[in-house]
Every structure is written in C-alpha cells, then in structure tokens.
C-alpha cells in the first residue's frame, strides 16, 4: 500500500464521523431558513429556496429564549461559582489543616455521595425544596445545583490540594499568615487550575440540568434554557421551521463560546473526570 | 492572580445578589399578601365585597394601589387555539382593568403536559398557580378538591349569581355538593371526514357503519390514511375508545366502570378493544402514530394524507378560512360514530363532555380573592360564552338565548349542533368518570395495544385490575 | 503553624458550609425518601406505613422489570459497541498530524450541549416524514422507518443519539492519554517492524488500560443517568419500550401520584448502583490503584 494511502485511511474514517456531528446541525440551520414544513420535507438537504429570516424574529418573541438564556446563564454561573468556593475552602481544610481524623470522616461522608446516581434523590429532593418553600424559585435550582457538585469537586480539589508543597506554608507561618489568608493567598491560587476544571464542568452540568429545572419551576418567566425549549417544542411542534430556529438559538452562543474556549473546555472537563 | 480572583469574588457575590433579589421579590410578594392586604381597599366593587375595605385605608391614603401578580396557568397555546387565546387576553384585559394593581402572569403550557405533569406535581407540593386549567372528574378535580387543594366556588357562584346560569354540567367538578372549578364549555367527539376526497372516491358520508367501513377501506386502498391519529398522547385515540365502548357495550357501561356495574374485560368492553385492534391491523390508522403529536394529527387531515378523524368538536374551529386548517375549510363535515352492528344501548347517543375549565388555589389572600371572583364574573359571562361558541365552537357551558344560539352561521358548527340534537342520550367520556390510576392505565394498555404488545382480553384484564384495587381502596 | 493549622474554628469555618448542604440535599434526602418509600403516599392525602409492600409490588412490576432491563441494555450498548469504537476513533486521530486539532474539537463538541435540546434536535432527524434521516435511507429506496414510533427502533434511536452526544467525549479522554506515551517506545516498535495495527494492539493499548477501565466506569454511571433523553424524546414511550429506570420512577411519582412507591423505586436504584460500583472495583478495577486518602 503506498503511504499516501495509509495516510489518507485514517482520515478518510474521522471526515466521516465529522459529517455524522455537522449533518444535525446544518439540517436544523437550514431547516430553520425555510418556508415551511412542506419545504422541509420536499428539500431536506439543501439550501432554502427563499431564506426565510421571520422564524428568527417570531421564535425570539414567543420564545422568549433571550429570558430562559439569561436565567440559565446566571444560575449555572452563580452556582458553580458558589460551589467551587464552598469546595475550595472545604478541600482547604481537609488537606492543608491538621485535624486528619475529623478529615477523614468527611472524605467518607462525601465518598458516599459520590455513589448516590443524581436523579435517585429527585422525590425527596422536590419536598425538600417545597418544605424549605423555596418551589418555583430560582433558590430551588441554586442550593440543589451548588450542593450537587460538592462532592465531585470536594474529591478533585482534596487531591488537588495534596500535592501542594508544604514548604510554602511553613514559610507563610513564619510570616504570621492566619489560616484564612493563607487559604486566599497561597493555596487558591496555585489552584486555579484546578479550580477552572472544577468550575467548567458544574457549569456545563447547572447548564444542561433538565429534571429539577422541569419540575421545581413552574414560572415562565423563570425557567431555564433546557426546560423552556421543550415547553417552546411541546407548543409548536408541528411547525418544525420554527422549532428549529429556536435549537439554533439555543445552540448558537454555547457553540460561540465553544468556539473561544475549547482549548479551557476540553482539559477542563477530561482532566477533571481522569481525576475524578 | 490576584486581581482575577477578587473579581471572580465580586462576581460570585454580584451573582448571589441578584439571586437573593429574586428571591426577596418573591417574598415581598407573599408577605405583602398577609399583613398589608387590608390596607388595599381597592374602589371596585368585587374587590370591596371581600368585605375587609379597611376604613383607616379610606381614611389616609385614599389613591394607593397595591400592585400584585396572580399566576394564571392556561393550555392556549399554538396556533389552533388562537381563538380561546383571544377570549382569554380579552377576559385578562378586562379583570386587569377592573381590578386595581392586579397583573396576571400568565403561563401557557401544553394540555397534556399540564394535565399529567405539572399540575398533579404542583397539588402535591401544594403550590399550583392561583388560577389554573382543570379538568373536571375523578382524576382531576374532585381528587385535588377532597385534598384540599381547590377554592370552593360555591359562595362566589352565590354572590354572582350565576349558579343557576350553568347548564347541568357542575357535577364533574363538585364534590359534596360544593362547586370548586367551572367548565368553560362543553364538546363531543365524533368523525370529522373530508368531502372532497370522499366524493373524489365516491363514498358516502360515513352515516352508516357499512359506508364508514367502506370509505376506510376505500381510502386505505388508494394509499391515504382512513383515520388521521397522533397516539403519543394516548389520550387522543382513547376518545375514539371511549365512544366505541358507548356504542358496543352501551352508553351505560362507561359510568358503570367506576360503580362496579360495568367491567373493562367483561365480553362487551373487550369487543370494543377487538373492534379497535381490528381496525389498527387493518391499517385504518396513521402509520407511526405513536409517535405522532395531536397536531400532527391534524396536519395530516388538512394536508389529506388522511380522510377521516376522530376528534372532538372543538376542532371545528380549526378549519375556518383565518385557522391552520384553512387549506380545507368548506371541505369538512361532522358526523357522530355511526351505529355498530350488535351494539347495545341507545345508538344515537353520543358523547358529551364539559370537562375542561378552570379551578382556582385554595391559597389565596384578599387580593387575589378579588382577582378570582372578577375572572370568574368576566370569563363566565353570556358574552364570553357566546363568543366562545361563534369564534371557537366550543358549546357553552352555560344557558345562552335561543337568539344567540341562531347565530351561529358556521357550517361546521351546525353540523355538531345538529347531532347533538338529534342525540338520543349522552354519556360522558370515561377520563372524566374513573380514578386517575385507572384512566392512566387505560393510557397505558391502549398505547400496548396499538404496538400490538397487548390483546383486547389482556388489555381489558389489565385495566380491571386497576379498576378494582382503586374501588376498593375507596370503600 | 500548628496553632494556625489546628485551629478547629477555622476548620470549622472551611468545612461546615459544605458539610451542612451536603446534610440537608444528601443526608436528609436519603432518609426521606427511604421513609417514604415504606408508605403509600401519594403526595395528597396523609400517607401510611404500609411496611415492604412497594418493594414487593416492584418486583412483580413487569413494566420495571422492562424498565431494569433498559437500563442494562444501554450499560451494554455503552460498555460492549461504544468503548471498542471510542478506542478504534482515539486511535485514528492520534495517528493524524493534519486536522488533529479540527477531528478533536469536532467530536467533543455534541458533549457540552444540553441533552435535551439535544433530544429536540434529533427528534427532527427521526421525524419520519421531514427528518433527514429517512430522507436519507430513502435515497438508497428504504422505505420509511418510524424510528421513535416503533417499539422495536425506538430503544435504538435513543441508544444512537446517546452514543452521538457522549462519544467524542470519551474519545478527547484517552486520546488525551495516547498522546501522553512516551514517542521513543513506539519508535523503538517501529523500527522493530511492528505494523500500525500490532502497535495500536500490543503497545498502545496496553498503555492506556487505566483510562480505558476510567472510561468504562463513566459509561456504567452515565448508563443509570440516563433520562432527560428518554423523557424529551419519547417519555418512555411508545408503548413503555425506552422506559428506563429513572424515567420509570419519575412518571410514577409526577404522572401517577404515586410518591411513595416512586421512592421505593429510587432506593432501588440506588442498590442497583452501589452493586455495579462493586462488581466494577471486583472485577475491572481490582488490579488499579484507586485514590486514596
């Protein structure tokens, strides 16, 4: 076989696997520029005949998604956030500080949760939420979406934090340095790695969520992405031009942003789950 | 380094500010309901009938309003329900101006997905929106109504005194004589055919059941699809069960499944499952259908890749010259289930339901008090009742004149008229009548039979199990 | 430092935050719902204890039962077709210089996007009538297939999607991990003539046993996940046929009424859980070191 074929063997398997991810997409791009169903159909694989920009204006008005975007965008962040913090500082304590036996306690604890499968907690998790009468807030996705990630991020950082030299803190000490700076100025930012794969893949995870966000909201005006782009299908299912204009919207700005950070994305999200 | 993680801090707590602000709003919400309701003494007369027009209100503050939201659930969405959309923003519009401070928040939510899914999780939390899409029955209203969870209307329905104003439809939605949600309007459910493919094949009307079989088979031969049918939602075929089981078993059998009197795999109910396993192996039914949508049931018969379906007659409306079914409009006529050989009972009876309306929480302050008793006055008003029937074909619910009543001009819409006229009784569809756990479990069989997973006998074994277990867990 | 690093207040400070949400969304929850999973509640009326009875019933449940199996089928699907492919694309990409970057961003790329606009999305490929696929298969003369229609397509459909949305993925994990062995041992292989294929088999392979055994344990947990495709794409339908476990549980609990059989349910998923972690660390994982404290 000559070596330009061999070459070419591997790629050859991989253009087809790449076509098999974009063929989706671009189905719904173009079906989202299209007149109608009866368009879809005749012509499913090529460009519109007319490019029909309506379904864009109609599916942002009665979609609402710029709404379902801004409370997914602010949940996801804010909770990982809060999450990786409560981690860090938990992780902190449990690594760095000498109180191994209490540690070893809480790794235990926290070791069990990791074993719980997310949604086995969803009934007991819906009458906590309505006894804390939080329902139908946005509280109900925040604490739940914060306290979920805590054991997967807890373990990561723990190791994380382990393999911090401890010189550094021996000289801090020397310094006068509390505990609290200490945990601010030396150890979260040799961290930061760390903390960025952490961050990255709550996010995405409070992103995607779709089951709590389902049923612990009731409010359109505060669902999230997921749960109210299946409200938004559930309504106009049939007319599937605008359907589709509403997936491209809801894709577009995760793609964008894919787009600037999938080099942050990528380690962030493999290395975590290696670790983890 | 450093600079980067105090802005992700400040970020962070940027970020659980503006959550607490949500949060906070919200309480606000509640607790200005409690303490301050009193001092809203709003002029309208609905809202001064809650009798709590405080005087220290009139005395010093005479032009302060309370701005409050009351949350109201509806499943008017999509295109063919534009028309129940419209009398709706008209009778929110209204309320709205009526009422001081009052804003609805409305939230509009796919029939089933409301009926099955949001709204029993939201009764068990005991938090559903103030003012909600219900459906009347075991399932529905009189279970959440025995829990506690619905207004008793009976006193606005008094105060207003339009109780008498409703046609004998109430029952559904009563539970010991108390009133605790309002139908908007009634329906049956019958063939909707296509005229002009049935005279391009030169079928009759399917008024008889050798012509319906006939024009099934007809249509089957030359590739269009007899019956339009979308059976994700399982409840969509089980209207055609439903009246199957009127006709083969009598109109008798469909209350008696709750009494005890009637079996579902007594040799009756099972001939009507025959009857529909026949039919789906007949290929009288949409291929895919259980993966098919209600409105893509629809689709189908304005498209006339079907000739017939079974549907209730609120769909009428779906095929005025402004509706998704315009393609088709003038080409549609309505004809009830003709007689089936051998059946019992009465064969003229046909289906009559007032099952969908509105309840309202039990949970609510003055303020919101106010906000129900006006929607009910504006929603259940003889103008809103008539404009339901011209613009949307929904039969009203309450006694409208014999004049308003003759002006009805639509084709269609006296077409469903007439067959209800000429109905000899009526019984009521079996989602209205059994628990919920049984009604699902005909969902659930149905959909089993029409994989072909299950057989009419299994299916009606299956259903009866249900049936008895929640019979005697009543007792 | 061993006052500072001993002081328990700080400790406690560090850790209680953590330590109480995990309390009140772990702990309690567990407990709740194996109280209620003792009773007959159904989310309305006072419930009752009504001792084993759920557990029993779930046992004689034979939509469960299907719903049990299901699962495992996705377990095997993921376990049995999706990690040899995952390892055959690692490997094909690891051997490309030209557009390595471009096939690794590309197929991660379904990985980061929510599964249940990815469940809309592919809902309109199945579509028998509009979708691109049977439009597609068409071409070739095959008749139309209802893919989310059909009891026997419709767990495959969802299988399908699964494997389009998490394969990249994986595949991004041990290429990560080929790509971390050293160059000189399978320069060495070369010069000793082993061909392409021998040194994926015998060398590369062997090399990234533990991440394959990580990739496989991810596959077995993200199996017992599954649900948000199922209830957007078909909610268990038609006819029961994508049922899985979790879905199963919710409809019981939300459509049904029934809160404390539906916590029965979860307990048992919970055990079914924590036997397949064990039969994993017993019979994959045993020879690998785990994390220790």
Known sequence: ?276 | MKKKLTSVLAASVAMSAVLAGCGGNNDNNNGAASPSASESASPSASASASASASPSASASEPAKVENFTVSLRHIQIGEPQKFRKAILDDVVKKTESEVPGLKFELDGVEDSVNRFTKLPAEMAAGNPPKVFSLFGGAGDAQKYAKAGRLLDLTPILDELGIKDKFLNVLDSFSVDGKVYGLPIGGNTEGIFYNTELFSKYNLNPPTTWDDLVKAADTLAQNKITPFAVGSKGAWVPNMLVNTLIGRVAGEAAIPGFKSGEAKWNSPDAVAAYQLYADWEKKGYFTKGELGKEYGDMLNDFVAGKAGMMFDGSWRNSAFKNDAVGAAIAGKVAYVALPAVPNGKGDQTAVNANYGEGYGFSADLNDNELAAVKAFIKNMYSDEMQLRGLLEDGVLPSMQLSDASIAQVTDPLLKQVLDVLKSAGKTFPHFDSVVQSKVYTETETQLQKLIAGKATPQQVGDAIQKVQDAENAAAK | MKTTLKNPYVYMLFVAPTVAMYFLFFIYPTITSFVFGFTDWDGLNARQFIGLDNFVNAFKDAEFRSSIWNNLIILLFSCCIQVPLIIVFSLLISNVKRFQGFYKTTVFMPSILSTSIIGILWGYIYDPDVGLLNNFLNLFGIDPIYWLAEPKWAMFSILLTNAWQWMGFYIVLILAAILGIPKDIDEAAMIDGATGVQRAWYLTVPLIRPIINVVIMLSIAGALRVVDIVLVMTGGGPAGSTEVMASYMVNKAIKYGDYGYGSALSIIIFVIALILTALYQLLIARRQERIEY
């Open chain 1, 1 to 276: 076989m000559p070596v330009a074929v061999k070459k070419s063997i591997p790629h050859f398997f991989m253009i087809i696997y790449v076509v098999i991810i974009l063929v989706p997409f671009l189905f719904v791009l173009f079906s989202s520029l299209k007149a109608n169903n009866t368009e879809i159909a005749l012509h499913p694989f090529g460009l519109p005949k007319t490019w029909v920009f309506e379904n864009y204006k109609e599916a942002w008005v009665k979609a609402r998604i710029s709404v379902y975007f801004f409370n997914s965008l602010y949940l996801a962040a804010s909770a990982a956030i809060v999450g990786v913090l409560m981690a860090a500082a938990t992780a902190f304590a449990m690594a760095r500080m000498k109180l191994t036996r209490i540690s070893k306690w809480i790794y235990q604890l926290v070791l069990v949760g990791m074993l719980i499968p997310g949604n086995v907690l969803f009934i007991a998790q819906y009458f906590l939420v309505r006894d804390l009468h939080i329902l139908d807030t946005h509280w109900a996705l925040f604490l739940p979406y914060t306290a979920g990630a805590l054991p997967f991020s807890v373990l990561l950082l723990v190791a994380f934090m382990h393999n911090i030299p401890h010189e550094l803190e021996e000289a801090a000490t020397i310094d006068g340095m509390g505990a609290i700076r200490m945990f601010w100025k030396i150890i979260l930012p040799l961290t930061i790695p760390a903390l960025v794969t952490v961050f990255i893949v709550n996010f995405l995870g409070n992103w995607n969520e779709y089951l709590l966000a389902n049923f612990f909201i009731s409010r359109d005006a505060l669902r999230t992405l997921p749960t109210g782009m299946v409200g938004f299908r559930d309504a106009f299912q049939t007319n599937y031009a605008l359907v589709c204009t509403g997936i491209v919207f809801s894709v577009l700005p995760v793609l964008l942003l894919y787009s600037f950070l999938q080099r942050q994305i990528i380690e962030g999200l493999t290395a975590g789950s290696v670790k983890g």
